[in-house]
Structures are given as structure tokens and as C-alpha cells.
């Protein structure tokens, strides 16, 4: 019935997530708020994991790809989970290590890591600095060596793969701002350059096509090139990778009509691909890393918003203004994604109207989404726009200095609050 399986529908009509009435979650946290299921992030966790386990006995790790939602109550749970972590700035950064994340299961991303960023990840011991370009790999060595230290390193490779999906989420082609392209050489140009560089040791490979991508061909294709790509490698200079991170980007249930392949099946047929290319060209099989991201958090999270007024323009559309919008989940204005929503505290009823689900911005495009269908609603019912775990609360800014909602864990009907909602006294802090 519902995009995910962590919503259902009590006695009284309401909502529930994880076993908790929505009703109620909003009356003791106030609204908008962000729910997120916690034991449908841990199912997810573990899928990925078994698949590892199941496909490619177990050689490799899954790496959370935190930028779609970080908070210390994530980074705990991911550590629980054995999980690795993604994590693309010295704020991410921070947040994992504060909370004693392993620095050594670490990723550390990112197209303009600052000199600051570099030394923080180098202290912190960080397993992994995915190098995008060759600034910042002579900048490295140089830090590294200082430091008398040495960074384990993977190199950001573009395999020119076209995954179908938005425009600006699209990664993996030649005309990226992220990595070293492989068709004109630079990658192994690059290869090169670490291989003899000091203070730098390189691990593997990594890339990443594109997000919220269905098929698996793309992941198939991607991992071939890559594969080929250690091989070459391994024929020009005779050193054998020992790690391959193939990135993330599987595709979440949005809208009923949408159908992931459950995630094993990208280990499945990712692993096969492995294992023949390697076996073709006489090398080892590298340890594989996973870097899912939406995938782990996106369909267990939804936002609940109070609804203000009800504006019905005759033959044109009818507005439903909330208390939320572009500031909690500026998507629909950015990819104009689409989302489902219901009337939380009236979800046993059909949802009889189409209307535009406004926020609450002096911005005529702030919306949370246009010909929605929902319940008949009234001011001060709740709406419920689901499968908003993934990049919205890491997504969300302070326009208008709106205060940033909480965000509350739910797992077997406990809620447990992970994010305090800002106040106003938050929201100057910094001015002067
Ligand atoms: N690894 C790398 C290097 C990435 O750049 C990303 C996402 C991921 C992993 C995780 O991808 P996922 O599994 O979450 O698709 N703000 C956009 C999505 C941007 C994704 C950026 N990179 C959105 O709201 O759709």
C-alpha cells in the first residue's frame, strides 16, 4: 500500500512509522518534523552486507554514503551496523569521528578538498582519501610527508558510463566535475603520479555513476571498466590494486509506481562481472566497497508538516501551504522530484483531491510538489510526505531563517529524538 514498508495505518486512521502514531509524534515533537524509521536503516544495512556476503564471500564493505544524511545518532548506528562511511567534507568528517567512528573505514570524498580538510583526514588516520585530481595529490604527498605520515589513497576515476537519470545527479561521464577521465589518459596519467609520489600509498579505484538509478546495466558496465582499468594497471606497472569502490546510486521507491531491484541483485550482477574480468586478465579479485546512500536511509524517512491554509483557485489548482517546504526539503525546486503524501492523521480515508503541496518560503517555487493527490484537508491536519530519509535534512538551509526541524528515530513503536529543532537563539548564534 505504502511507498515503504515501515508505514502503516492504525485503529484510529493515523499514520504510524515504526510502530509509532504520527499523531502523536507530532503533538510531543511539534512540527515539520523528520521521522526516521531506525530498523528499516539497520534492514537495509544488512541486505547490502548479506549480499557481500552471499556474492563475493564476504570481501568487501558497505560504505554509508553520509552526505544523504548525517547526524551523530547515524553515524552510532552505522558503526553498529559494521558499516563504512562516505563522508565528502570536514563537517561530515567531524560529525563521524566525534562519535568515535573507525577513522580507517573511512572515505573521504570530494572535488576541492581544502588544505585544512587534507590535514584533518591525515591526523584523523582516514583510511581511505579518494583523490580527485592532481592539485590535491601533490598537495597530499606534500602534507603527508611533512607529517611524516603516509596516505592510503584511491584515485577518483570517471569510466565515462552514462547512467539515465537527472542531469545534475549524473556523475560517471567525461564532462564531470568529479575524478580522472579515463578515454583521454589522465586516469592513468594519474596512476603514474601516485605510484611514485611520496607520502602517498594508493589502495584502489573508485567510481561512481550517477543516483536514484534503476537498472543495473550501468553498475554492470561501470565495474567492467573499472576492472579493465586495475588490469592495465597491473600490466603497465606491475602492482595489483587490492581495493575497488564502485560508489553508489541505487534507486529508491519514490512513488508506488516505481520498482528497485532489491539491492543484491547490483552485488549479483556486479560480482559476476568482477570475478570474469579478473579472471580473463590473469588478476586478483580486489575487495569491493559499495557506497549506497539513499538507498540505505531514503524509504525509511518521511516528513510530517501542519497543514496552514487551503486555497483553492476555481478551474486553476487548490494550494495546501505547510509549515515546512524548500527550507526541510528543497528537492521538488532543485530536480523537481516527486513525492507521495498523505493526511497523517486521517490516512484510513481515500485520497479524493489532486493539490499543490506549498511550503511556507517568500518564493513562488516553493513547493513540495504539484498534482499531488491527498485526502480533503483542513487547516491544521497533518500531512505526511514520505520517503524523505535522503537528502532533505542534509539538504536543508535556514532561508527566510526558518528554524531547522528535529529529526526523531522511531524503531518498534520507541521514538527517540536524534536532532534538536532549532530555535530562533540557534539561528543568531554566529551574528556579530
Ligand atoms: N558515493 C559518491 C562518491 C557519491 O558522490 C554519492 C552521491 C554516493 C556515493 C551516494 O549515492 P546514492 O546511493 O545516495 O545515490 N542531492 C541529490 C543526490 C546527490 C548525490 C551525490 N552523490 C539528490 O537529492 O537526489
Not at 30 to 35: R, V
Not at 132 to 150: F, P
Not at 257 to 278: A, F, L, T, W
Request: net charge negative; charged share 20%.
Amino acid at each position: 500500500m505504502f511507498v515503504s514498508r515501515c508505514l502503516d495505518v492504525n485503529s484510529h486512521g493515523h499514520l504510524t512509522i515504526g510502530g509509532c502514531d504520527t499523531v502523536e509524534l507530532a503533538q510531543q515533537f511539534g512540527t515539520p518534523l523528520y521521522l526516521l524509521d531506525e530498523g528499516e536503516v539497520r534492514r537495509a544495512c544488512a541486505s547490502y552486507r548479506e549480499s557481500i556476503d552471499r556474492y563475493y564471500g564476504g570481501k568487501g564493505l558497505v560504505a554509508y554514503a553520509s552526505k544523504a544524511l548525517n547526524c551523530k545518532a547515524l553515524c552510532r548506528i552505522m558503526q553498529e551496523e559494521g558499516m563504512g562511511l562516505d563522508v565528502v567534507s570536514g563537517g561530515e568528517l567531524y560529525t563521524a569521528l566525534s562519535v568515535g567512528f573507525p577513522a580507517e573505514k573511512i572515505f573521504f570524498h570530494g572535488n576541492n578538498k581544502t588544505p585544512r580538510e587534507l590535514q584533518e583526514a591525515l591526523e584523523a588516520g582516514v583510511g581511505q582519501i579518494v583523490v580527485d585530481n592532481l592539485t590535491e595529490l601533490e598537495l597530499l604527498s606534500e602534507l603527508a610527508g611533512g607529517q611524516g605520515r603516509t596516505a592510503e589513497i584511491l584515485l577518483r576515476i570517471k569510466p565515462g558510463v552514462d547512467a539515465h537519470t537527472h542531469q545534475f545527479i549524473r556523475t560517471g561521464q567525461i564532462d564531470s566535475k568529479f575524478g580522472f577521465a579515463l578515454e583521454t589518459g589522465e586516469a592513468m596519467q594519474a596512476v603514474e603520479r601516485a605510484l611514485a609520489l611520496p607520502g602517498v600509498r594508493l589502495k584502489g579505484v573508485h567510481c561512481h555513476i550517477g543516483s536514484q538509478v534503476f537498472d543495473r546495466e550501468p553498475f554492470e558496465a561501470a565495474a567492467e571498466i573499472m576492472v579493465q582499468f586495475l588490469a592495465d594497471i597491473h600490466d603497465r606497472w606491475g602492482c595489483q590494486l587490492e581495493m575497488l569502490n564502485l560508489g553508489g546510486g541505487f534507486g529508491i521507491k519514490y512513488l508506488s509506481d516505481h520498482n528497485p531491484i532489491p539491492y543484491g541483485q547490483y552485488m549479483e550482477g556486479v560480482s559476476r562481472v568482477v570475478k570474469e574480468v579478473c579472471a580473463q586478465r590473469g588478476i586478483a579479485t580486489p575487495f569491493i566497497v559499495m557506497e549506497p546512500g539513499r538507498s540505505i536511509v531514503g524509504a525509511a524517512g518521511i516528513t510530517l508538516y501542519t497543514v496552514g491554509s487551503v486555497k483553492t483557485i476555481p478551474g486553476i489548482r487548490t494550494y495546501v501551504s505547510v509549515d515546512g517546504g524548500m527550507t526541510d526539503n528543497p528537492r521538488y525546486i532543485l530536480y523537481q522530484s516527486e513525492y507521495e503524501a498523505l493526511a497523517a492523521n486521517r490516512a484510513d480515508q481515500p485520497k479524493d483531491t489532486v493539490v499543490t503541496l506549498a511550503g511556507r518560503c517568500c518564493e513562488s517555487g516553493d513547493l513540495v510538489g504539484e498534482g499531488m493527490p491527498l485526502q480533503q484537508v483542513r487547516p491544521g491536519d497533518l500531512v505526511a510526505v514520505l520517503s524523505t530519509g535522503a537528502y532533505n535534512y542534509s539538504m536543508a538551509s535556514n532561508y527566510n531563517r526558518v528554524p531547522r526541524p528535529a529529526l526523531v528515530l522511531v524503531r518498534d513503536g520507541v521514538p527517540r529524538l536524534a536532532i534538536r529543532r532549532e530555535s530562533y537563539e540557534d539561528l543568531v548564534r554566529n551574528d556579530l
